[in-house]
């Protein structure tokens, strides 16, 4: 008897697969392949980190280096996993950056924190007694929780106090590139588009995955900060190169130096745009709004999320998070929680909403 035969659709588009040598890299919906961007919250937010051929865009806060917690764990978890990085910076030295790279957690320090993650589940304690201590509470999205057990491989707690080994990227697959000198952008494309050559989707498996990291592009410290369209067309040939392979391009801009049209230009060409924002020390009125305000060290939005190989759009639940240091050590996103007004409570990520009644006597406003 002939052997039964798959029909497929012949506008079917051949997915790679990942080989089980690299890890970092997972399946996702409509053949696409997430790379992890070493924050577990960012990558559960996304629904499952950085798509792979994608551009990835940060818009700095001139008053504060908070895109740099997002770039270290980017290069970090990179190297984790034996990824080729390439690194551009305004800098000088932009080797010297590296020493900078938060190192994985110790298994004792992961198990630690995960006990005191156990107050993130927000229920009444007389209904604690129907759980089972056992079961996984994250079960549903076991896919996207990359931080525990088996896809502890994926995406690493990192420890922003501890450095990380120099043998993670004293080796021959890390590059790092000084932008100040240099006159165009003609250096720089040629050397990422060589680099991006390494990873041509050509093939049927992905035997491995780039990532390149470009940090504070067209600062006043670049000789072509005033050429607008020199970047514009570089950012555009960037994305395109991405497309076609196996990496991930994140870049990170000041929008207020730059002209409102150049910013949102660049805004428009990326596949994921993200910003982030520095809180005021003493800032009462917000103060007033936010529980958990004082432990905020800065703010996180998510402008537009990746979406390769399809034309339904993401829609968040929220696209505003809270940036909080846990222990000062790991990096944490939560929801915005409204202090109660009126007699209204605000709800955090992955909570639902519920109608609880106030002290004061009043009708519920829906």
């Given at each position: 008897m002939a052997a039964t035969r798959t029909r497929g659709s012949s506008f079917s588009r051949n997915v790679s697969t990942v080989t089980s040598q690299n890890s970092g890299l997972k399946h996702g919906p409509n053949g696409t392949t997430f790379l992890s961007s070493?924050?577990?919250?960012?990558?559960?937010?996304?629904?499952?980190g950085y798509t792979?051929?994608?551009l990835v865009m940060i818009?700095?806060?001139?008053e504060a280096p908070h895109h740099m917690l997002l770039l270290r764990n980017f290069m970090s978890q990179g190297l984790i996993?034996?990824?080729p990085l390439l690194y551009a910076s305004a800098s000088?030295?932009?080797?010297?950056f590296l020493g900078t790279l938060p190192a994985p957690a110790s298994a004792k320090e992961d198990k630690t924190r995960d006990l005191t993650n156990e107050k993130d589940l927000r229920i009444a304690w007389q209904y604690k007694k129907y759980f089972?201590?056992?079961l996984n509470i994250s079960s549903n999205n076991e896919s996207y929780l990359c931080c525990t057990g088996a896809q502890q491989d994926y995406c690493n707690d990192l420890d922003l106090r501890k450095p990380l080994d120099r043998h993670f990227y004293s080796g021959m697959n890390v590059g790092c590139v000084s932008i100040q000198d240099s006159p165009d952008l003609a250096s720089l494309q040629d050397q990422c588009a060589k680099f991006l050559s390494q990873f041509s989707r050509n093939e049927a498996n992905i035997s491995s995955a780039g990532r390149i990291a470009i940090q504070s592009f067209c600062s006043p410290q670049c000789k072509f900060a005033n050429m607008e369209w020199h970047m514009l067309s570089f950012i555009r040939s960037l994305k395109a190169m991405a497309r076609s392979s196996n990496a991930v391009v994140l870049v990170s801009f000041p929008p207020s130096l730059l002209s409102p049209s150049c910013s949102k230009r660049?805004?428009?060409m990326a596949d994921t745009l993200l910003s982030v924002r520095a809180i005021p020390d003493e800032d009462k009125e917000m103060a007033k709004l936010l529980t958990g305000y004082q432990d905020m060290v800065g703010l996180?939005?998510?402008?537009k999320v990746a979406r390769l190989n399809t034309q339904v759009p993401v829609i968040l639940e929220t696209t505003t998070f809270s940036i909080k240091l846990h222990k000062r050590r790991y990096l944490v996103l939560e929801c915005l929680n409204q202090a109660p007004v009126d007699g209204s409570s605000g709800s955090s990520y992955n909570t639902s909403g519920s109608c609880s009644g106030s002290t004061k006597a009043g009708s519920l406003d829906f």
């Open positions: 070493g924050i577990p919250d960012l990558d559960k937010i996304l629904g499952g792979l051929g994608s818009m700095e806060d001139a996993h034996k990824h000088r030295d932009p080797k010297g089972d201590p056992q660049l805004q428009h996180l939005n998510v402008h």
